[in-house]
């Protein structure tokens, strides 16, 4: 009883009372109107009346959402509200709760009431203060004459005062228990509420590891490919100023194509339309060589089929592999020639990249398994096949991915 928390509870369970006083005229009306009717009939009419207002009340979403801040406030029970207008047998369970808090309430408010007066009318008419009583030996309670005897005020007076005072406390902490209860089965997230906050849960972790993978592919790609050509223009600056000036103009082009992936990456941060996407398929791989070869790499390429009738979706990924396989053979490969290979054949397309390993170096370089496995999981939700590994002294990725036309 000397927590906080049991008077805010007993407060949110009164103010159900004042709330519904309204909806109780409303109801109370046609009874009235009703004169013939006997008073048990008038009496139903009008209980039946009010749950349903009350029940159309609990109907509306601001009420539900009241409710929430308002339980989370006052009870202290952790509340979460749902993603989505409710469905199905749930929109019945913000009723009910309005319907058993509207009954709890009234019934707390008149217990609680009556064992106020009951412990300070007597105290009242002790102290003379409800009117004298009938004589020396006599109090009158509630219309009632009490026969009393000597050193009944200070023997029952105030021990009933203070009895009946906790009593009334007391019928307040249980109903602020009983809301404390209730409110997590009726105002919480039902089973089918919480798979469909798990869902959207899921969507965003999704949304966060695409935005993670295109600023590892795209951005990666071209700041990794910026950096080895300012590496370059500084070597040639003196000795060669126009391979000098053809590295910065490498430079120019990646930071180009960085904004433009960041816009796309901006894009899928703040969930616009898919549009936003820069629309990079297999036909921007020749300009992604023509960038690596300003780097100073070497880039032997082996394009054949015809591109043009695969589908968006496949072009569009089998980019982004081919540009994350090339970053990490410039990230970790030994410097030497990168052959391109890719195969666009009636149901099947064909990637492949084969670079030279790095001295001392078998895994291709610890921190381009991190790209790996980006890789492996796009060919995976592709339906494909990927082999990456060293070779003797190459490494070589391999991927083959299902051509699907539509009908």
């Given at each position: ?353 084969v670079n030279s390993l790095a001295s001392g170096n078998s895994s291709n370089g610890q921190r381009g398994q991190r790209g ?36």
């Open positions: 009883m000397l927590r906080g928390t049991t008077y805010r509870g007993a407060l949110f369970a009164l103010v159900a009372v004042p709330a519904s006083v309204p909806l109780m005229v409303l109801a109370l009306v046609p009874a009235l109107a009703w004169h013939r009717g006997p008073d048990a009939v008038k009496a139903l009419v009008f209980l039946l009346l009010w749950a349903a207002l009350l029940g159309v009340l609990g109907l509306a979403g601001v009420t539900r959402r009241v409710l929430l801040r308002a339980g989370r406030r006052l009870l202290g029970v952790p509340l979460s509200a749902p993603a989505g207008r409710p469905r199905g047998a749930d929109r019945w369970r913000t009723p009910l709760w309005v319907l058993l808090h509207a009954a709890l309430g009234w019934a707390t408010a008149l217990l609680a009431g009556m064992l106020l007066l009951a412990g300070l009318v007597p105290v009242g008419s002790w102290l003379g203060l409800l009117g004298k009583p009938v004589s020396g030996e006599q109090l009158v309670w509630f219309g009632q004459v009490v026969r009393v005897r000597q050193g009944w005020p200070g023997a029952w007076v105030w021990p009933v005062a203070a009895g009946c005072l906790l009593a009334a406390v007391a019928v307040c902490a249980k109903a602020a228990a009983v809301l404390r209860l209730l409110a997590p089965r009726l105002l919480g997230l039902s089973a089918a509420e919480r798979l469909a906050a798990a869902a959207q849960r899921e969507l965003l972790l999704a949304g966060r590891n695409r935005l993670a993978q295109e600023l590892h592919d795209s951005i990666g790609h071209t700041l990794t490919a910026a950096t080895i050509q300012a590496a370059v223009a500084g070597e040639l600056l003196s000795a060669d100023p126009a391979a000098a000036r053809a590295a910065l103009l490498g430079i120019e082009q990646s930071a180009r194509a960085a904004l433009d992936d960041l816009d796309y990456v901006l894009g899928v941060l703040r969930a616009e339309a898919a549009g936003t996407a820069p629309a990079r398929g297999l036909a921007d791989l020749p300009e992604l060589l023509d960038r690596l070869r300003h780097t100073g790499a070497v880039v032997d390429s082996e394009l054949s089929g015809d591109w043009a009738r695969l589908p968006c979706t496949l072009s569009r990924e089998a980019y982004r592999i081919l540009q994350e396989g090339l970053t990490n053979a410039l990230r970790h490969g030994g410097g030497g020639p990168i052959a391109v290979r890719v195969v666009a054949g009636p149901g099947e397309l064909a990637l492949a990249i790996l496995l980006g890789l492996r999981e796009r060919v995976r939700l592709l339906q494909g096949e990927l082999t990456a590994g060293p070779d003797g002294s190459q490494w070589q990725l391999a991927v083959r991915l299902p051509v699907r036309r539509s009908a």
